[in-house]
């Protein structure tokens, strides 16, 4: 007989802990589960401006939350892709659109009668085909045509929004759907001296709560899944070795850009990450080749309008956990491990491990076969998104610090050094076991950082050239007339779902 779960708690908050109590709230009844979230007012967050990719959309539809009300409460804007400055060379720029680059023809990847097109003279470089990129360069949007005919149906987008807000704005999704917050620290944690499974938590002011299941939601302390039942953590910072942050927001000076950028520096790269109201900044660097003093100097003398505050400082280790669930405790979010925000992975990760929890959801003898899929899952969307990290570093061509002549000749996992070898060498990039990035991703990234394949595919190489160029002059004379017909980023927002009144 099936024994169902009773009483489910989630310790801490922030996004992880409100996007895991939103999830279980849009799918659970709470007069059969009782979902309970503790989190103290005195525990801060890492909290930071959010660029985010486009599954989050899928997160957001799963809760039937209404796209313009959640932009308006999170001061959101659209984004089209992150344009990358200085990574493959200094002087060099580049953006990974979201979506496809042109259109594939004949069932070939369009990348390789872009470079059929490059062999005959062409100077473009290949984010020119890109709708989304185009529309960003050009701080101009739209929501997809619904017509699949149409070069607007092309059109890809994310989010940036303000971290803090996103998680009270879930937070009242969650506690309208019976989710019960309990504020407060834990001071004692008592488990079942024969399983080891935690059973309760005491907390500072004298209420325990009890649980069948426990989210560890507490960040870098990692409460329960280490400090608790003692988990290991995957170093990966041999590979990753950018270990320390500075945030901080200032004012726009200028258009708000539908993009993120990332802009390499000496010892590491700056983000920039427009809300409606101002502009996140941050910059990640290593400690083992840039002071803490000159990355802070780094970071305020190029920040584009006038400071907000003071930069704050996080301190981190690239990496993850051995096991995210271990008896009856999962991780979520930075206790489960940290993979620096290049790509724009973070509430994507927490995504994917609440989304593949409910996917396996148990009864209550949590069976070790749920947990062994659930591990293996999410120990390769960490790898996988990880490799993709490393192929910005590892692709350099920059000499001209310590920094990156480590990131350009350090061994780097085998996963990766398959493909870039494979694309390098033929063109070719694939997408493994659903893995999140998809092939248009990999080869934005590849071509952006200045890796060309020394042959194409040889069914387009056949091609006539001239017909070659007047496909891609065709596709692009289309994105470039459907991106004129665009609003302004700006001006799409202040119709479509203007910020709330503070």
């Not at 493909?419 to 991703?441: M, P, T």
């Not at 042959?455 to 070659?468: E, F, G, N, R």
Request: glycine content about 8%; proline content about 6%; aromatic content about 10%.
């Amino acid at each position: 007989m099936t024994r169902q779960l009773k009483n489910i708690v989630i310790l801490g908050g922030g996004s992880a802990g409100w996007m895991t109590a939103a999830a279980l709230s849009s799918l659970l009844n709470p007069e059969h589960v009782s979902v309970i979230l503790i989190e103290s007012e005195e525990i801060g967050t890492i909290s930071v401006g959010e660029a985010t990719i486009p599954d989050i959309i899928n997160f957001n539809r799963m809760l039937g939350i209404e796209e313009d009300d959640f932009m308006r409460a999170t001061e959101a804007t659209f984004k089209l892709g992150i344009e990358f400055i200085d990574w493959g060379r200094k002087g060099s720029a580049y953006i990974h659109p979201f979506g496809s680059h042109g259109v594939d023809m004949n069932g070939i990847d369009f990348h390789h009668y872009w470079l059929h097109s490059r062999a005959g003279g062409n100077r473009r470089p290949i984010d020119d085909y890109s709708l989304c990129a185009l529309a960003a360069r050009d701080n101009r949007f739209a929501l997809p045509d619904p017509d699949p005919r149409k070069p607007g149906s092309h059109m890809r987008y994310a989010y940036h929004f303000d971290a803090t807000l996103y998680a009270r704005y879930l937070r009242g999704y969650a506690e309208a759907r019976g989710v019960r917050r309990v504020e407060g620290k834990v001071e004692t944690i008592r488990q079942n001296p024969d399983s080891g499974y935690v059973t309760q938590l005491s907390l500072d002011h004298g209420q325990t709560v009890e649980g069948d299941l426990f989210f560890d939601c507490t960040g870098f302390r990692a409460l329960l899944i280490e400090k608790t039942l003692g988990v290991a953590y995957h170093d990966w910072s041999h590979w990753l070795p950018c270990d320390s942050a500075l945030a901080v927001a200032c004012e726009h000076a200028g258009p708000i850009t539908p993009y993120t950028r990332s802009a390499a520096r000496p010892a590491g790269w700056q983000w920039r990450i427009p809300t409606q109201r101002r502009t996140g900044n941050g910059h990640i660097y290593s400690r083992a080749h840039m002071d803490d003093e000159t990355a802070h100097d780094l970071l305020v003398t190029s920040l584009p309008g006038a400071m907000l505050g003071t930069p704050r400082q996080i301190r981190f280790k690239a990496g993850r956990r051995d096991s995210f669930w271990t008896k009856n405790v999962i991780a979520i979010g930075l206790s489960a491990g940290f993979l620096e925000p290049l790509e724009s992975t973070s509430l994507y990760l927490i995504q994917e491990g609440v989304s593949r929890f409910i996917t396996l959801y148990p009864d209550a003898s949590l069976p070790d076969i749920v947990r062994d899929e659930y591990n293996r899952h999410m120990r390769v969307e960490f790898e996988q998104v990880r490799d993709f990290i490393i192929l910005h570093y590892r692709t350099t061509e920059r000499d001209d610090t310590s920094f990156w002549t480590y990131c350009r000749t350090m061994p780097i996992p085998d996963s990766l050094q398959h493909k870039i070898a494979l694309f390098h060498e033929v063109g070719r990039a694939f997408r493994y076991e659903d893995e999140l990035f998809s092939k248009a991703s990999w080869i934005a990234v590849f071509l952006g950082q200045g890796i060309l394949p020394k042959t194409y595919d040889p069914i387009v190489a056949a091609l006539p050239p001239k017909m070659v160029s007047e496909s891609l002059d065709s596709m692009r004379a289309a994105m470039l007339k459907t991106v004129g017909g665009m609003l302004p980023h700006g001006d799409f927002l202040r119709q479509y779902c203007p910020a709330s009144l503070p």
